[in-house]
């Protein structure tokens, strides 16, 4: 029973560790990881109005959302792209990942 409980622990304590390396992160962090990045821009476009899509997940178990750039252009209601950019978010086994869009 004692060598049952122990590899459990161990287990459990390894998934806890390493849960946030491969959440939704570039940079992974095992306990919480916050940062922000852009992917591209026209500067033909001026950036009047803002777009947000996000995806989540729960332990690399559970995953939903759409983070696209055609879903955060229709939260924003636009039609030019300005820049495309992106938030991540995890702190142990939760994470987020959101693509916002700029544009007109």
């Known amino acids: 029973m004692k060598k049952i409980m122990g590899i459990s622990l161990a287990f459990l304590v390894t998934l806890m560790l390493f849960s946030g390396c491969a959440l939704v992160t570039p940079l992974p962090s095992a306990v919480y990881g916050n940062m922000q990045g852009g992917l591209s821009v026209d500067n033909n ?49 939760y994470g987020e990942y959101c693509t916002v869009v700029r544009g007109e």
Not at 70 to 91: H, R
């Open 45 to 93: 476009v001026r950036p009047l109005k803002e777009g947000r899509a996000c995806a989540k997940t729960v332990m690399m178990i559970a995953t939903w959302g759409d983070a696209s750039i055609k879903a955060a252009k229709k939260d924003g209601k636009i039609k030019k792209v300005a820049t495309v950019d992106y938030d991540t978010f995890n702190i142990l086994v």
